[in-house]
């Protein structure tokens, strides 16, 4: 990958998005307003003494989910627009790599990412009086690099589409499953084995475990960083992945 390259393509797609109203206030606006529904479905449920109220357990994985899904429908239909309209295949005549325009992509949305969720993150623990142990920046931090994830899984099933219907097809496939299994409804080790070994290979589980973590001690834990790490992993193989599988245009 050539950095001047790279940093050119990150800064195109950031003017590109920052031009597309409805694409920001998707980004912006609609984590806040969804997490206000979670706060009134849950602000009244009884809390056990000493465990955390169920709107602090559900918001906080909430906080890693949003960008997630967000993330991946903007991604997967941005990248199938740039192949059917022609764009990528002129991008793709210049010295732009393939590798140089997704982790471009991945960085873009990845800093759009880190901004939902800091804007959803203070609404969260400054006017719906979410409580956590750990620190609101780290939450922050698995939130961006869980947004860098999807755009990586986004980009790579764009390449199987050739529709903008397609491509919203695949977030039932890619998206609903990680959530039953991530441990939001039932722990991860209550689960039936062949269940536990599903949630083990995806990648979503190790970010509501991070989440978890910072939920439950006041200091970064290494079982957080492995994690983070193993999320961060799983996101450069699927961009690689994208690159491999990348097409100029639809057919």
Not at 202 to 215: C, F, I, R
Not at 223 to 249: N, P, Q
Request: one cysteine or more.
């Amino acid at each position: 990958m050539n950095p001047r390259i790279l940093a050119a393509t990150t800064g195109r797609i950031l003017r590109q998005l920052r031009h597309d109203r409805r694409t920001v206030a998707l980004l912006l606006v609609v984590p806040t307003v969804l997490l206000t529904l979670v706060y009134f479905m849950y602000v009244d449920q009884p809390t056990p003494p000493g465990r955390p109220s169920v709107f602090d357990r559900v918001a906080l994985i909430m906080l890693g989910f949003f960008p997630f899904i967000i993330m991946f429908l903007v991604t997967s239909i941005a990248m199938l627009r740039e192949r059917t309209t022609g764009t990528l295949e002129r991008l793709l005549t210049t010295p732009l790599g393939k590798l140089d325009l997704l982790f471009g992509y991945g960085i873009a949305f990845g800093l759009a990412g880190a901004v939902q969720a800091a804007i959803a993150s203070a609404v969260a623990y400054w006017v719906f009086g979410l409580d956590t142990a750990g620190s609101i920046w780290l939450v922050v931090l698995i939130a961006a690099v869980n947004a860098v994830l999807a755009v990586a899984l986004g980009l790579f099933c764009s390449a199987f589409a050739r529709t903008e219907f397609q491509a919203v097809q695949f977030m039932p496939v890619v998206a609903i499953p990680q959530l039953l299994l991530c441990g939001l409804f039932v722990p991860r080790g209550e689960m039936a084995g062949w269940l536990q070994a599903v949630s083990d290979a995806l990648p979503l589980s190790y970010a509501v475990e991070a989440l978890q973590e910072v939920g439950a001690h006041p200091d970064p834990t290494g079982t957080m960083w492995r994690d983070v790490a193993i999320v961060a992993g799983a996101a450069v193989v699927a961009l690689v992945l994208a690159a491999a599988t990348l097409r100029r245009r639809s057919g």
